[in-house]
């Protein structure tokens, strides 16, 4: 966790913390609270940007060839003229009384490494991602298959954001990186 809080960027709607419900949400968070409080507030965050009108569902504790994904982004939308859904984003959380723990980040990015190989794109040209979300910090990763086949860690930073971003600080970012993955799957 970085040592110090990063500035309050501006944000406006569609941002998920224009939400007064989702402001509440992140701003009750505690350290007592257990995983599932996390997984709630990013199933509200993806909703937001994977709306359901356009053919998006977010699917919590679906089971991968890696175990289960806490949630899963899944296409089923007006470009898929195939009837099938299409698997592109997963997300691993954590409990905000982890967000110190190197050891509970790492162990995301491990979930991550193990799920997102049996995700079921449109197919192997199109590109799925990974978010580890620990309480209110987040890091965004793109999954690189090539450096995978040649044991390398095919987690790369999404789009360059490197570190971890505040989902209530830097929620106009965050925005951004799920607009572009929303954008970039297909």
Not at 54 to 81: H, K, M, S, W
Not at 83 to 100: I, N, P, S, T, W
Not at 154 to 167: D, E, N, Q, R, S
Request: aromatic share 10%.
């Amino acid at each position: 966790m970085p040592p110090q809080l990063p500035q309050q960027e501006d944000y406006h709607p569609p941002n998920y913390y224009y939400s007064k419900g989702m402001r509440k949400a992140i701003g009750k968070l505690t350290a007592a609270d257990y995983e599932a409080v996390v997984s709630g507030i990013w199933n509200g965050i993806l909703s937001s940007v994977f709306d359901i009108e356009d053919g998006y569902l977010v699917r919590p504790e679906q089971a991968t060839q890696g175990g289960f994904a806490d949630l899963l982004v899944i296409d089923n939308g007006p470009g898929n003229v195939e009837d099938r859904e299409y698997h592109f984003l997963v997300v691993q959380c954590k409990r905000m009384a982890k967000e110190g723990s190197g050891a509970t980040w790492e162990e995301a990015r491990n979930q991550l490494r193990d799920y997102l190989p049996s995700l079921k794109p449109r197919n192997r040209q199109h590109r799925v991602y990974g978010v580890v979300a620990i309480g209110r910090w987040v890091e965004a990763f793109e999954f690189d298959h090539i450096a995978a086949a040649n044991n390398q860690d095919p987690l790369v930073p999404a789009f360059g954001y490197t570190g971890k971003l505040h989902i209530a600080r830097q929620c106009t970012t965050i925005g951004h990186v799920l607009t572009k993955i929303r954008q970039r799957h297909t």
